[in-house]
């Protein structure tokens, strides 16, 4: 395996993208880069934050490395060894960045690739659809979130967990069902809403806390049927993939997706998966979430998801 960590200027030059590229020494498929974009939040290139640690895409790199692929994972702006101010960066700023990657990767004499695919978990769905709409890539990997929107995600948690603990039993229930009520909820998220769509600023604070302004207020900007239209009318190749036990993102868009049976794309569920890319034995619960993830955190990840990108992209050959 040859390692390189290179810094990529974007948005013109004003911040500095901090990468690794990863190829196969003498693999059959090294002339292919997988171009990986991380969810949410202030994830680095590995696939931690603070407070989780899980290396999911390090993993899911070195995998595919392994099989031949060459890779690209990156810090996100602000996070780890990039420039910028992370609460700052909206949604289209992450999309440009995925645009000056592709650029860079194009047209530096050793980095030029025959295919490039980009691969995006989670909020990265997004990111990944948005940027093949506008820039050319040869296919597009689409893990846990294919097809739906911010809004329609944080809307989705927020009625799942209301339901969870309206059906908690015993003390636990009855004391979260004391302290959390539906409407208070959904008015809390109601206001969150207004608050981002009548400001201009990239931030606002909520309850003390900062809270980023500019990437939701782009994020409530689309709606399921945009992201649908996007991925329908996409001149290339993609592969969703979703866990059966991903409680994170809803699994309506997925079937929606499959139902569509379109040539170009192709929907792959895998049983038991949840939304960290890992085998969960435990049934499916956003209140134990972290108790859950913290638990399986050294486990790798599902050997199923690693398999079906493999064989999708040896297709694509």
Not at 87 to 98: E, T
Not at 136 to 151: E, Y
Not at 166 to 193: H, I, M, N, Y
């Amino acid at each position: 395996m040859i390692k390189e960590d290179i810094k990529i200027p974007v948005d013109h030059g004003r911040a500095v993208i901090a990468t690794t590229v990863e190829r196969p020494r003498n693999g059959k498929n090294s002339d292919v880069l997988i171009v990986m974009i991380p969810g949410s939040g202030p994830v680095d290139r590995d696939g931690n934050m603070r407070g989780m640690r899980a290396s999911i895409y390090k993993q899911l790199a070195d995998a595919l490395v392994q099989s031949g692929f060459a890779t690209l994972r990156y810090d996100k702006i602000g996070v780890g060894e990039s420039t910028g101010d992370f609460n700052h960066a909206g949604l289209y700023d992450a999309v440009q960045c995925v645009s000056d990657i592709i650029d860079y990767c194009n047209s530096t004499e050793d980095m030029v690739f025959n295919k490039i695919f980009l691969l995006g978990h989670s909020e990265g769905t997004i990111i990944a659809t948005l940027s093949a709409s506008r820039k050319h890539v040869d296919g597009i990997i689409l893990l846990c979130g294919a097809g739906t929107s911010l809004k329609s995600v944080i809307t989705s948690q927020n009625e799942a967990l209301l339901s969870e603990i309206a059906s908690k039993s015993g003390f636990t229930g009855l004391l979260l069902r004391k302290l959390v009520s539906p409407e208070k909820q959904r008015l809390k998220q109601k206001k969150l809403f207004d608050k981002v769509m009548q400001t201009n600023e990239a931030t606002v604070r909520i309850s003390g806390r900062i809270v980023q302004a500019k990437w939701l207020r782009e994020h409530l900007s689309l709606n399921d049927q945009k992201i649908l239209q996007l991925l329908s009318s996409l001149k290339c190749k993609v592969l969703v993939i979703h866990g059966s036990k991903d409680v994170q993102s809803p699994i309506k868009p997925f079937y929606h997706l499959k139902n569509l049976a379109l040539d170009h794309i192709r929907t792959v569920m895998i049983d038991d998966m949840n939304h960290m890319l890992k085998k969960q034995k435990e049934a499916c619960s956003l209140l134990a979430l972290k108790k859950i993830y913290k638990k399986s955190a050294n486990e790798p990840i599902s050997h199923e998801i690693v398999d079906e990108i493999e064989n999708w992209l040896q297709a694509m050959r």
